[in-house]
């Protein structure tokens, strides 16, 4: 496996080095933090370093193995970033969570529908049933910012997130529901899609609906999808197809990890806690490093 050179010596960040990669990152904010930061980002990084054990080489492997799975699984790579700041959380402790989650939607459809084989729909009924009314995971309005909404452990613990964590868990817990569903990423909005077959199965003519899991797993159809995000539309006679290729493109596992670390970046310089923001912007690094790696090996074999 190859790493390059910095990343023995330890991760310097470079603001032109990822500044190009924000996607719908708000742009206003992210230029807002390389300002705030730009001035004195050289000393900072040099007394702020990934902790030792997730540092270098290592937290690169780490990232390099979970980008490389088999079957994406979000939730892998959101541990992994809390862990950057609180060494204490593991994938067992958040897989434990996330099946008791699962298990209780599993009796509610149970219960609701006896030995019958659930549909889609009814299977995102339970998961929100559940997971925002019985567990009461809600979106953080009033401390939108507040870092811990981007940490999966502590939205698990306080039931309070972001979009793009809460989405996250939404996902991992579809997932153990033999619900797969994907990451949407809209501007400045993450959701969730669901991409229900056409006639006799096929995907042709398939209907795309979305979830939107800060907002209590409201469903949007396309229509209400685009709306959502009018102000991001082009003055142009783009059709709606076009439109969702454009606005609600799937959000690959690599881009739904660069957006919580940038949202890391941005929270945390907006709370003042430079440190932290350094500490997130080398972890982002680290994640291009990987998956550079990741892509090279793949072209190689």
Same mark, same amino acid.
């Given at each position: 496996?190859?790493?390059?050179?910095?990343?023995?010596?330890?991760? +310097?960040? *470079?603001?032109?080095?990822?500044?190009?990669?924000?996607?719908?990152?708000? $742009?206003?904010?992210?230029?807002?933090?390389?300002?705030?930061?730009?001035?004195?980002?050289? $000393?900072?990084?040099?007394?702020?370093?990934?902790?030792?054990?997730?540092?270098?080489?290592?937290? #690169?492997? !780490?990232?390099?193995?979970?980008?490389?799975?088999?079957?994406?699984?979000?939730?892998?790579?959101?541990?992994?970033?809390?862990?950057?700041?609180?060494?204490?959380?593991? !994938?067992?402790?958040?897989? =434990?969570?996330?099946?008791?989650?699962?298990?209780?939607? *599993?009796?509610?459809?149970? !219960? /609701?529908?006896?030995?019958? &084989?659930?549909?889609?729909?009814? =299977?995102? !009924?339970?998961?929100?049933?559940?997971?925002?009314?019985?567990?009461?995971?809600?979106?953080?309005?009033?401390?939108?910012?507040?870092?811990?909404?981007?940490?999966?452990?502590?939205?698990?613990?306080? $039931?309070?997130?972001?979009?793009?964590?809460?989405?996250?868990?939404?996902?991992?817990?579809?997932?153990?529901?033999?619900?797969?569903?994907?990451?949407?990423?809209?501007? *400045?909005?993450?959701? #969730?899609?669901?991409?229900?077959?056409? *006639?006799?199965?096929?995907?042709?003519?398939?209907?795309?609906?979305?979830?939107?899991?800060?907002?209590?797993?409201?469903?949007?159809?396309?229509?209400?999808?685009?709306?959502?995000?009018?102000?991001?539309?082009?003055?142009?006679?783009?059709?709606?197809?076009?439109?969702?290729?454009?606005?609600?493109?799937?959000?690959?596992?690599?881009? =739904?990890?660069?957006?919580?670390?940038?949202?890391?970046? =941005?929270?945390?310089?907006?709370?003042?806690?430079?440190?932290?923001?350094?500490?997130?912007?080398?972890?982002?690094? &680290?994640?291009? +490093?990987? /998956?550079?790696?990741?892509?090279?090996?793949?072209?190689?074999?």
């Amino acid at each position: 496996v190859w790493f390059p050179a910095a990343c023995s010596t330890g991760m +310097i960040f *470079r603001p032109t080095s990822i500044a190009h990669a924000h996607t719908h990152t708000d $742009k206003s904010q992210w230029h807002f933090c390389m300002h705030k930061l730009g001035g004195n980002f050289v $000393k900072l990084s040099q007394s702020v370093k990934l902790e030792e054990s997730l540092s270098s080489n290592e937290f #690169v492997t !780490q990232w390099m193995t979970v980008l490389s799975a088999d079957e994406a699984r979000p939730e892998c790579g959101a541990v992994l970033i809390a862990r950057v700041k609180d060494h204490s959380v593991t !994938q067992a402790l958040v897989d =434990i969570e996330l099946d008791a989650i699962a298990q209780a939607a *599993r009796d509610e459809l149970k !219960q /609701a529908l006896s030995d019958k &084989a659930p549909t889609d729909e009814q =299977i995102v !009924q339970a998961l929100n049933k559940v997971l925002f009314e019985k567990v009461g995971i809600e979106g953080d309005r009033l401390d939108y910012y507040n870092p811990m909404n981007s940490y999966i452990h502590q939205v698990l613990k306080r $039931k309070r997130g972001n979009p793009i964590t809460i989405s996250v868990i939404y996902m991992a817990v579809a997932w153990r529901l033999g619900l797969e569903l994907t990451g949407v990423n809209s501007p *400045r909005h993450f959701l #969730v899609q669901i991409r229900t077959k056409g *006639r006799e199965g096929s995907l042709s003519g398939a209907v795309y609906q979305y979830i939107d899991p800060f907002n209590g797993g409201k469903l949007l159809s396309l229509e209400e999808a685009l709306d959502k995000f009018s102000m991001d539309i082009p003055d142009d006679d783009s059709s709606p197809e076009q439109l969702r290729r454009s606005l609600l493109s799937p959000a690959p596992a690599l881009k =739904i990890y660069s957006r919580m670390l940038r949202n890391l970046v =941005i929270a945390n310089t907006l709370k003042g806690l430079e440190d932290d923001a350094v500490l997130f912007s080398e972890a982002l690094e &680290a994640l291009e +490093i990987a /998956a550079q790696n990741v892509a090279s090996e793949e072209l190689s074999q």
